[in-house]
């Protein structure tokens, strides 16, 4: 065969033979290439008001080597694929010279994170095929960690093997604090979990829900490719098609009501926003604003960080139209919809979005036997540097 082989390159010409296409992608370690697109045709909604949105796939998520940034630059993280990606410079990413109007309220990173933040352990409000674990048992297994580099985990199990239809320890952490309108969260993240079972979230909510209102900044299931950013509301709140935003609207309702949870929500178009894609280039920024009158979710890729960011002086308006707006002027009183929130960051499998979907979005076998299996898990982890919350001045 080996005879066979060489004479076959003999005759293929050596520009084609040193093309890195013909011999295939370099290995890479912690993400592998995609090989799905396949998209959802309907949607659903989950008891806890998170809606089911048109999406699509690859494998799980990746173990970035990176390092956090601080309030001004700091250090690149590396990519899945081990090559340096620099923070912007001054001639890269957008920058302002103004003063920032905000100031610095708390910093969870890797000093304080885990201090600002309590595991939930109840079962999962929506069904998914987890148990979350408290601190302590989060900690000893490794599914709640800082590494060395300073990076903040947040994983699944993905050691211990399971019959079809047992739950796989999780986590699912709120922060202490409660926020309202006139702040500024930047949430500085190098990777998320995804892949066939999976269905992470990056999220705001109130008490009493809905009534205190949700946004869902980070949120997908399966194989979806680009992110979903919802919000669900108790009041009688709408979202109109004349916003700019460069998501595109899905839904308009906002509020959840006699059983219709689906929410109002934009698809964003750029699939470095999620899952695959989004941890091939190490992350990105997910910014939100929040006013009386307004909230603005921005996204921002890991080399197009503005500098105004990474220098520790967020100038949102220097930023451009948001990726996501629900604003008062569509019909939604913010004010009123929205109070006392918590940041949210969890990993649920299979449930209400992610078992529902998991068919039609090409997945293999059932969503339990999936779950069952720890190998599907070993690169389900949020990595993040660092989550800021700013007021203003």
Same mark, same amino acid.
């Given at each position: 065969?080996?005879?066979?082989?060489?004479?076959?390159?003999?005759?293929?010409?050596?520009?084609?033979?040193?093309?890195?296409?013909?011999?295939?992608?370099?290995?890479?370690?912690?993400?592998?290439?995609?090989?799905?697109?396949?998209?959802?045709?309907?949607?659903?909604?989950?008891?806890? $008001?998170?809606?089911?949105?048109?999406?699509?796939?690859?494998?799980?998520?990746?173990? +970035?080597?990176?390092?956090?940034?601080?309030?001004?630059?700091?250090?690149?993280?590396?990519?899945?694929?081990?090559?340096?990606?620099?923070?912007?410079?001054?001639?890269?990413?957008? =920058?302002?010279?103004?003063?920032?109007?905000?100031?610095?309220?708390?910093?969870?990173?890797?000093? %304080? !994170?885990?201090?600002?933040?309590?595991?939930? +352990?109840?079962?999962?409000?929506?069904?998914?095929?987890?148990?979350?674990?408290?601190?302590?048992?989060?900690?000893?297994?490794?599914? &709640?960690?800082?590494?060395?580099?300073?990076?903040?985990?947040?994983?699944?199990?993905?050691?211990?093997?399971?019959?079809?239809?047992?739950?796989?320890?999780?986590?699912?952490?709120?922060?202490?604090?409660?926020?309202?309108?006139?702040?500024?969260?930047?949430?500085?993240?190098?990777?998320?979990?995804? $892949?066939? &079972?999976?269905?992470?979230?990056?999220?705001?909510? *109130?008490?009493?829900?809905?009534?205190?209102?949700?946004?869902?900044?980070?949120?997908?299931?399966?194989?979806?490719?680009?992110? =979903?950013?919802?919000?669900?509301?108790?009041?009688?709140?709408?979202?109109?098609?004349?916003?700019?935003?460069?998501?595109?609207?899905?839904?308009?309702?906002?509020?959840?009501?006699?059983?219709?949870?689906?929410?109002? &929500? !934009?698809?964003?178009?750029?699939?470095?926003?999620?899952?695959? =894609?989004?941890?091939?280039?190490?992350? *990105?920024?997910?910014?939100?604003?929040?006013?009386?009158?307004?909230?603005?979710?921005?996204?921002?890729?890991?080399?197009?960080?503005?500098?105004?960011?990474?220098?520790?002086?967020?100038?949102?308006?220097?930023?451009?139209?948001?990726?996501?707006? !629900?604003?008062?002027?569509?019909?939604?009183?913010?004010?009123?919809?929205?109070?006392?929130?918590?940041?949210?960051?969890?990993?649920?499998?299979?449930?209400?979005?992610? *078992?529902? &979907?998991?068919?039609?979005?090409?997945?293999?076998? %059932?969503?339990?036997? =999936?779950?069952?299996?720890?190998?599907?898990?070993?690169?389900?982890?949020?990595?993040?540097?660092?989550?800021?919350?700013?007021?203003?001045?």
């Amino acid at each position: 065969m080996l005879h066979t082989f060489l004479s076959v390159l003999a005759v293929i010409p050596l520009s084609v033979l040193a093309s890195p296409t013909f011999w295939g992608p370099p290995p890479c370690p912690s993400e592998e290439p995609s090989t799905q697109n396949i998209s959802t045709a309907n949607s659903f909604t989950s008891t806890f $008001g998170r809606p089911f949105p048109t999406s699509s796939i690859k494998p799980p998520a990746p173990q +970035n080597t990176s390092t956090p940034q601080n309030s001004s630059t700091s250090s690149s993280p590396s990519s899945t694929f081990g090559v340096p990606i620099p923070r912007p410079s001054s001639s890269g990413s957008p =920058q302002s010279n103004s003063t920032s109007k905000y100031r610095i309220i708390d910093n969870y990173d890797k000093d %304080t !994170f885990f201090d600002g933040f309590t595991f939930f +352990n109840a079962p999962d409000p929506t069904n998914g095929n987890v148990d979350f674990v408290d601190g302590d048992e989060a900690f000893a297994s490794g599914l &709640a960690q800082v590494q060395n580099d300073g990076t903040i985990v947040l994983a699944v199990d993905s050691t211990t093997q399971l019959t079809p239809g047992q739950n796989r320890k999780s986590v699912r952490v709120t922060s202490n604090k409660s926020y309202n309108s006139g702040t500024l969260f930047i949430a500085d993240i190098f990777a998320m979990p995804h $892949g066939c &079972a999976v269905w992470p979230a990056y999220w705001m909510v *109130g008490p009493n829900w809905p009534n205190g209102g949700e946004v869902d900044i980070l949120e997908g299931v399966n194989d979806q490719t680009t992110n =979903q950013i919802t919000a669900h509301t108790g009041t009688n709140c709408h979202v109109n098609g004349g916003v700019q935003t460069l998501g595109k609207l899905l839904g308009g309702a906002c509020q959840s009501a006699n059983g219709v949870n689906a929410g109002c &929500a !934009f698809s964003l178009p750029d699939t470095s926003s999620y899952g695959h =894609q989004f941890n091939l280039q190490s992350g *990105g920024v997910y910014a939100h604003t929040w006013e009386p009158d307004a909230i603005k979710v921005y996204f921002f890729s890991r080399g197009a960080i503005p500098q105004d960011i990474l220098d520790g002086k967020p100038n949102p308006d220097s930023w451009g139209t948001p990726a996501a707006l !629900f604003t008062d002027n569509t019909g939604c009183n913010i004010e009123d919809s929205f109070q006392d929130h918590s940041i949210v960051f969890d990993i649920t499998l299979c449930g209400d979005w992610a *078992g529902s &979907a998991y068919g039609s979005m090409g997945c293999p076998g %059932t969503c339990q036997q =999936q779950v069952a299996d720890p190998a599907n898990f070993q690169l389900a982890q949020f990595k993040i540097s660092s989550v800021k919350v700013y007021g203003h001045n």
